[in-house]
């Protein structure tokens, strides 16, 4: 038999030699013993079957053990367990743990294994589940390890029966799915065709064509296009440019306000003001001016202008104030005001003539105290 049933011999062996020393045993016992056990059994009978069962339990077992022949007995496992680590760290609760292999069974109980436990997939003890690698396999042959269908690069070799320690590493970048073993498929023998004769086929002689003469075709003389002679174009002199003698330079602008206009010096509340000015450039050459609108000393708005030499240009804001006041507007110097009036109530014409009766009784009451001295004095 081959060194993977020696166990199971073993095992046999042992049974049976531990059964033939206790049968001696028995034999060898003195009568005095013999009726100790007997009053024993007899305090004790559960005790007694107990054993009888054990023993009759170890029999069968012995002789209804299949034997095997040479060759047939099926190669014991290879057990692996230990640490794995993604990227790291601990691997999460539900891994798989694989190992493959030429000759390995996967996708059976054992292989691949489930962690139960963060970063660890089996245990040492012997309770305690463990990767096992079976199949026909040849001893010494390298396996290779995978977690959730990635290649770890870690391998081993396969020895029957033996348990290993092993701790795997595996770098699983995001979003790697898992890559399944390589599906054997059988590739059937090619089907045979029957080729067969082809069939004659029928030579039809070609049909007649009438050939029809060529259509004639009518060419019409070009038409003539008339050439019109080009425009004539008129050729302006060119504008003269006044040219300055040499070591002349030209007064740089400068700028003159006047003319500062209010549109109105009396408005109401929140109606608009206009305020403009004129900005005049008494130099020779064009220039930006900034022109600033200041209503009681503050800014209200400004506008940058260029003014050609010798040029002057109006400058025009407008502004509205809803409180009542006199406000004085400034430009760049130039002030002005203007005054903004409140709203007047307007009279309330239904007392009108009770004020003309109270007026007239005074009136009336003047003229009586005038007059009644005088009557006494004739």
Wanted: glycine letters at 8%; one cysteine or more; proline letters at 12%.
């Amino acid at each position: 038999m081959k060194e993977n049933n020696r166990p199971l011999l073993d095992m046999r062996r042992f049974l049976c030699h531990n059964y033939s020393h206790l049968s001696t045993s028995f034999e060898e016992v003195n009568e005095t013993d013999k009726l100790a056990n007997i009053n024993n059994l007899k305090r004790k009978p559960m005790k007694a079957k107990t054993i009888a069962f054990i023993l009759l339990a170890v029999l069968l077992a012995l002789f209804t053990t299949p034997v095997y022949a040479q060759g047939d007995v099926p190669p014991l496992p290879h057990a692996f367990y230990g640490t794995v680590k993604i990227n790291g760290s601990p691997a999460p609760v539900g891994t798989e743990v694989e190992a493959r292999g030429e000759g390995v069974l996967t996708g059976v109980e054992g292989n691949p294994v489930i962690t139960t436990v963060a970063g660890k997939y089996g245990g040492s003890g012997p309770l305690e589940p463990k990767l096992i690698v079976q199949g026909e396999i040849a001893d010494g042959a390298i396996l290779t390890f995978y977690v959730n269908g990635v290649s770890t690069g870690q391998t081993a070799e396969w020895h029957s029966g033996e348990v290993t320690e092993i701790n795997l590493t595996v770098s699983i970048p995001p979003g790697t799915t898992e890559t399944p073993p390589p599906e054997t498929t059988e590739t059937p023998p090619p089907e045979t065709t029957e080729t067969l004769p082809p069939e004659p086929t029928e030579t039809l002689p070609p049909e007649p064509t009438e050939t029809l003469p060529p259509e004639p075709t009518e060419t019409l003389p070009p038409e003539p296009t008339e050439t019109l002679p080009p425009e004539p174009t008129e050729s302006l002199p060119p504008e003269p440019t006044e040219t300055l003698p040499p070591g002349t330079t030209l007064k740089p602008a400068a700028f003159n306000l006047s003319s500062l206009i209010i549109s109105s010096n009396e408005v109401t509340l929140g109606e608009s003001v206009t305020i403009s000015v004129e900005v005049a450039n008494t130099g020779e050459e064009a220039g930006n001016y900034k022109v600033t609108l200041k209503i009681d000393g503050v800014v209200e708005a400004s506008k940058e202008i260029t003014v050609s030499a010798g040029a002057s240009q109006k400058v025009t804001f407008t502004t509205a104030k809803d409180l009542a006041g006199t406000y004085a507007a400034d430009i760049n110097g130039l002030s002005g005001i203007f005054v903004v009036m409140g709203e007047v109530p307007p009279a309330e014409s239904g007392n009108w003539p009770v004020l003309w009766g109270v007026i007239g009784g005074v009136i009336v009451l003047g003229l009586i105290i005038f007059l009644v001295p005088r009557r006494k004095a004739y």
